[in-house]
């Protein structure tokens, strides 16, 4: 992951659950929000139950929680569902 993480670009990093019902909502924004932003930022979606070392890494304490990281460093973390134009302008912000 720190490969991808450290791109001088956004990357947008969902952590979910596969039984969260809100993390499905959040996917669907995801989606939305990719078409939106293309190439601007990075997103990927990272399962907390298949990938727990890395939510322990980040301290995910509850899905979904998303973060936005640029040249590796963590630019902002919230839980919680958010819209794809919030997301948006955060991606923006943190260019």
């Not at 996917?27 to 979606?45: D, H, R, T």
């Not at 907390?48 to 939510?55: G, L, P, Y």
Request: proline share 3%.
């Amino acid at each position: 992951m720190s490969g991808i993480i450290s791109q001088d670009k956004p990357v947008l990093v969902a952590f979910f659950t596969e039984w969260c019902s809100p993390c499905k909502m959040q996917a669907a924004i995801l989606q939305e929000l990719k078409k939106k932003i293309g190439e601007m930022a990075g997103v990927i979606k990272i399962d907390i139950d298949k990938n727990q070392a890395v939510a322990e890494q980040f301290v995910i304490r509850s899905v979904p929680t998303l973060l936005i990281f640029r040249n590796g460093e963590v630019k902002w973390k919230q839980s919680g569902i958010f819209q794809a134009d919030e997301l948006e302008r955060l991606i923006i912000q943190n260019s």
